[in-house]
Structures are given as structure tokens and as C-alpha cells.
T-cell receptor
Framework: NAGVMQNPRHLVRRRGQEARLRCSPM?????VYWYRQLPEEGLKFMVY????????ESGMPKERFSAEFPKEGPSILRIQQVVRGDSAAYFC????????????FGPGTRLTVT | GENVEQHPSTLSVQEGDSAVIKCTYS??????FPWYKQELGKRPQLIID?????GEKKDQRIAVTLNKTAKHFSLHITETQPEDSAVYFC???????????FGQGTTLQVKP
């Protein structure tokens, strides 16, 4: 049973480009969460999705960031017109249901904006 | 919104000693409290969790206690080993949400 998969593991983008991060949840899991970890800091919630639905996006910056979890395929976190401050590790986690269920994390995507 | 405070930020112990990390949360309706271990450059790994209807849970050398009245929960590691060295994060789930609100992390160093 494969764990949570994320790709790419490392992504380098120049300022102004777009970054697209992908997350495939564990088999049987229908809930996906995205978290951001700045260097030397903790994890900050960004968005919570189920298939074809955004449940909670209270942690997402209002501009340039979007997320989706289509009926088929991985969840995508998209960052448009990246800036240096977007450089961070982006982790996704999945769970079989919503509240009070374990969340298992993927290996993360380390985004570097030059 | 929910806020989670974690202390200490760094903790150094001798191999074989015990380590205790403490967290407080602000939302009294929070109902799920996991602990994660993160080694350098790796993913956060769930090591133990506790739900609001339980006061204590133990798994081999690690245990978690929850005091709902004080809105306080703690991680206890006994007989520490060098491989326990990592950053540990507590988290809480606000009521009726799935998201995790994390503490700031504790860097644990176990000296051989």
C-alpha cells in the first residue's frame, strides 16, 4: 500500500513563473490537506479538499494560490507568479475521512524561487 | 482562531533520560491531538495521537496525556535513544474541521 506521493520533490522557479505541485493520496483516502513549512519554522495549514470540493481554504493566500482535487488524478497546488517568499517546503497529507482521523504526510516538494 | 503553543523550543537530554514536551491550545472544542516527529529534510511522521474522550495513551516508550480542563497536552518519551533526536510537533484539530494547527516545534537532542 503506497504512501502519500508528491512530485516533483524539488522544484526551482524564477520569479514570475508558475509552480505546480502534485499530490496523490494514500489508497482509500479521499481527504487531502496542503501545508507549508518555511525554513526553520513549523507547518502552516493552507487548504483542505475532498474530491471535486474545496472544504476549507482559510489558510491560502488570497492571490496567486489555488488548489484542486479533481475526480480523477492527483490534487494540484498551483502558485502563479512566484516570488522569493514562496520558497518553502510544501507538504500534502491525506486521511480516510475528515475530523479526528490520522493524517499521513507525503515527502514534500521543496520549492526554490530564484 | 485556534492557536497552539509548544514548549520548550529546544530540549537536550542524556541517553536513557526522559523527555517531556508540552502544548496548550486555545479552542476548547478541539477534539484530536496528534504528535509528529520530523527528521531533517524528511516528512512529518505521526508517532502518537489522542482524542478528547481519552486522558492518556501509551505506545511503548512514548505516551501522551491530555487535560481538557486546562487545555493542555504533553508528550513523554522514556529511555531516550540517539535516534529519538528530531523536531517534534504537536497539533490540534479545531472543532468540526479537519485541519491541523501545529505548535512551533521542539528540537530534541539525545546525547549518547
Amino acid at each position: 500500500n503506497a504512501g502519500v506521493m508528491q512530485n516533483p520533490r524539488h522544484l526551482v522557479r524564477r520569479r514570475g513563473q508558475e509552480a505546480r505541485l502534485r499530490c496523490s493520496p494514500m489508497k482509500g483516502h479521499s481527504h487531502v490537506y496542503w501545508y507549508r513549512q518555511l525554513p526553520e519554522e513549523g507547518l502552516k495549514f493552507m487548504v483542505y479538499l475532498q474530491k471535486e470540493n474545496i472544504i476549507d481554504e482559510s489558510g491560502m493566500p488570497k492571490e496567486r494560490f489555488s488548489a484542486e482535487f479533481p475526480k480523477e488524478g492527483p490534487s494540484i497546488l498551483r502558485i502563479q507568479q512566484v516570488v522569493r517568499g514562496d520558497s518553502a517546503a510544501y507538504f500534502c497529507a491525506s486521511s480516510p475521512a475528515g475530523t479526528q482521523y490520522e493524517q499521513y504526510f507525503g515527502p514534500g516538494t521543496r520549492l526554490t524561487v530564484t | 482562531g485556534e492557536n497552539v503553543e509548544q514548549h520548550p523550543s529546544t530540549l537536550s537530554v542524556q541517553e536513557g533520560d526522559s523527555a517531556v514536551i508540552k502544548c496548550t491550545y486555545s479552542d476548547s472544542a478541539s477534539n484530536y491531538f496528534p504528535w509528529y516527529k520530523q527528521e531533517l529534510g524528511k516528512r512529518p511522521q505521526l508517532i502518537i495521537d489522542i482524542r478528547s474522550n481519552v486522558g492518556e495513551k501509551k505506545d511503548q516508550r512514548i505516551a501522551v496525556t491530555l487535560n481538557k480542563t486546562a487545555k493542555h497536552f504533553s508528550l513523554h518519551i522514556t529511555e531516550t535513544q540517539p535516534e529519538d533526536s528530531a523536531v517534534y510537533f504537536c497539533a490540534a484539530t479545531p472543532s468540526n474541521t479537519g485541519k491541523l494547527i501545529f505548535g512551533q516545534g521542539t528540537t530534541l537532542q539525545v546525547k549518547p
